[in-house]
Structures are given as C-alpha cells and as structure tokens.
C-alpha cells in the first residue's frame, strides 16, 4: 500500500488570516512542499519537512515532481497563492497527471480564498451580481481571443476581475484592454484597482473607466470592472443584486 | 466613540475546516449574529452572544436590523455560506447602506470559499481558465437576461458556473438553460453536478450536455460547464490552461 497523496493547496491572498483550517492541516501533515519561490516562503520549516521553492513558467516540472514524490510514498502539498483552481496550480497537476507514467497517487484540490474575491471585500461587493473571471496575459492564449471575450462580456453586462493584467514584458496589451472596455462600456463604468490584496502593500483605488490609466494596475493588482449597475456608496463600491 | 461594527462573513460551503481563521475571530468578538436559520445554525451559541436567524427573502431587513444595532454600539457579524460577495448578502448590506438614516458604523466584508470554488475542488479543476458565474435564479433580473447572458458566455467560449439553478417553484427554466446549452455548446460538452458540498449528502457527478437532465440539479447544487476544451483525467475533470 502506497500512503503517498498530493494535495494542491490555496494560501489566499496572502493575510495568514484567510487560510482554511483545511489547508493548515494539509500542510502539518506534509513531508514536502512544492510551489512558486514567494509561495513556499510562507510555509514555516519545521523537521521533517522539505521545501522544493521552484522558479515561475515551470508549473509542469512543478507538478510531475509532486506526483512523483507521492507516487514514491511522500505526502505533497503544492501551494498556490489564492485557489488552486483558479489561474493556478490544479490545472497544471491533471496535466501532469495525463502524462504520468507510474500509478496516480491519491490527490486532493483544497480550495482558497482567491484574489479577486479578497479584492472584492476590501472595496465593497462589485461582484454581486453575474460576473466573469478572465486572466489578461496572454502567456497561455493569444490576445485576439482576450479582446473578443472582453467584447462579449461587456455585452452580456457581466462585472468582470482581471488577473494578471500589466507585465512589464507587455504595458501595451493592458492599455488596449482599457480602450476596449471603455468603447464597450462607457467612461461612467466603475473600475477597481485592487494591488497586493491583504498584505501591507494593499492599495484599493475605485476610478471610471474615463479616469482610468494602465499605470494603475501592475502583476500584483487584481482589477474588477462593475456591471452597468455597480455604483458607489460613501467609500464603498458595490453592485446591486437586481439587474434588468 | 462608537465601537460597534458590522462584519459580513462567509462561512464557506458547510465543512468547518474551510471556515477562514478572520471570520472565526469575527465569530468570537461579535455580540450579535444575524443570518439565514441554518447558517445561524453553524453558530456554537456561548454566553454574551445573540442569535438573530431569519427567513430567506428577508435579506433587506436583516441588512437594515444589522445596521441598527452597530449603530448602538453592538457588533454584529451577518452571516452567509460561501462567499458574502457571490450572490450573498454583502450586496443587500450595501443596498442597506444607502437607505440607512443614521451615520453608517465601520462595516467589513470578510470573504468565505464560495460553492463553486469547493465544486471545482471537488471535480477537479473545471474552471481552470476564464469563466463567468451566473445565478440561474430569476428573482433578481428577467429571464431572458438569464438566457442572453447563456448565450454570450458559449459563444467567448466561457467555462461557467451556475448558483441557484434550479427550485422546486420553477423548474422548467434549468430545463431551458439546458437547451441553450445544449445547442450552444454541443452534445459533448462536459457539465458537472455538485450536490451539496463538503457536506455529509455531498454528491458530484459529471456527464455530458448530451446526457444531462433537469432533475440531475436542485437549490442545493452548483452546476458548473466546461469550455470546449474540458477534460476528463481519470475520475477528474479539468480545464487546460491554454486556449485557442
């Protein structure tokens, strides 16, 4: 019998207040921790505990590793910040898992609290209504199909949270996405700018699309665009349950 | 100097174990919990502690009776399931916001891991790429808004999830989302049924557009869609990161 398992953990934003008990447990009964360098930096060492920081764009290497190591007996978690379902570490692991070539160990997906649901807190509750994710890099799909889906959201009046929008390595594409959203959306549309949600370095900055620049938004901003509903009350930014 | 607050928290979808440690310290400072009778219910009661359970469809009063009390001085934590800010009641807190006469206490939203997040944790990791979320109710906004907003999301090729998507007091509208869906998005397309979430009733089955019915869903279920590249892996269902 092989005990081994894998468990691919959210961290949440990044306040130690906002890890389930779930994956606390996870991670006390681990004997190795895999994940992006940042990440497992906020795992305490302790004995019997290896810690593999590994570096960005390696998510498959990542993964096969961890399945790897629970196939050999080990209990893995991979740490994702935010859920791992969501533009993280889960879609990686089933990849990895259709090219493994051993037994699948027992794996387990163990949610957290993602970033544009910490974001949406902190500046009210923009996402109360229908609503759309959509990562902007375009690492993993080309840029006509963001454009085309930022399109029929707008259309569809869903509020929408941005991950990923501004690298440095690509500042044209997150201003393109801006000029988009304000011809589908209309310079009143409410946006937020919500960077390093949770942490020290939070800043959350409510504009209209009319006000708003690509400078605002960098890797570590999450950026939600209201519906044609979401509206400001005293510092607080929210969007009505009803609709049409 | 008034200390009272408001905090609307998320006490995830049913297992303690993925309840956040911030909402259990809001649970532990607060003198009054307001909410739906069984998320009330997931209250331990203890000396110094009021609970307020209400009726659904009262959301409103209980927004506004929240306030009030803060207003006195009280500290009041409203309680939802999943995620306050997902079709939950930060918004009608908000709405309540801006009909409430006194001055407006210190209110916080404390985010919870929203049913579809612990659904795709379940299945594996359906929403892996952009997606939208939709509640399938229509209490809140006309049905054909419902409709339109099915057809935009097949067509930017969204994986979706779905929140109330289905009661006893109108069924044949899952029936036509169905439909939609079907033509949409073809009879192959994966769609899960996640029935009652890390509770002890929990059920998740996957099958395809082609094999769904209506009745496969009820109030109890979060239903979530593949785009068109979702996967099966073994017992798991998943999105790939990459498109197009």
Redesign the interface.
């Known amino acids: 019998m092989n005990a081994g398992w894998v468990a691919v953990a959210g961290l ?1 934003p990044g ?8 994956v606390r ?1 996870a991670l006390a009964q681990a004997t190795d921790v895999v994940g992006y360098i940042p990440y497992v930096a906020r795992v305490a060492p302790r004995a019997g505990l290896t810690l593999h920081p590994s570096d960005n764009r390696v ?1 498959m290497d990542r993964a096969a590793h961890a399945l790897a190591m629970a196939a050999e007996g080990k209990r893995v978690v991979v740490v994702s910040s935010g ?5 993280a570490m ?6 990895a ?2 090219g493994f070539a051993g037994e ?1 160990p027992d ?1 387990r ?6 970033a544009m ?2 974001a ?3 500046a ?12 902007l890099s375009d690492n ?3 840029w ?2 963001v454009e ?2 930022l399109m ?2 707008a ?4 509020a929408m949270a941005f991950y990923n929008p501004r690298s440095a390595s690509r500042p044209h594409q997150f201003a393109r996405a801006l000029e988009v959203l304000l011809a589908a959306c209309g310079a009143a549309r409410l946006i937020t700018f919500a960077r390093a949600v949770t942490t020290p370095e939070e800043r959350i900055l409510t504009v209209t699309l009319g006000e708003a620049v690509p400078e605002m938004a960098d890797m570590r901003t999450v950026v939600i665009v209201g519906n044609s509903a979401t509206r400001r ?2 510092k ?1 930014v ?7």
Chains 1, 2 share one sequence.
């Not at 306040?15 to 779930?22: L, Q």
């Open positions: 949440g306040d130690e207040g906002m890890v389930t008990a779930e447990e998510e859920d791992p379902g969501v533009f889960a879609s990686a692991l089933f990849e898992v259709e699948v794996i997906i163990l949610p957290g609290i993602t649901l910490a949406a807190a902190r009210g509750a923009p996402l109360g209504h229908d609503f759309c994710a959509i990562n993993m799909k080309p006509e199909l085309k889906r029929l959201a259309e569809a009046d869903f009350v005293g607080w929210y969007t009505p349950r009803r609709a049409g």
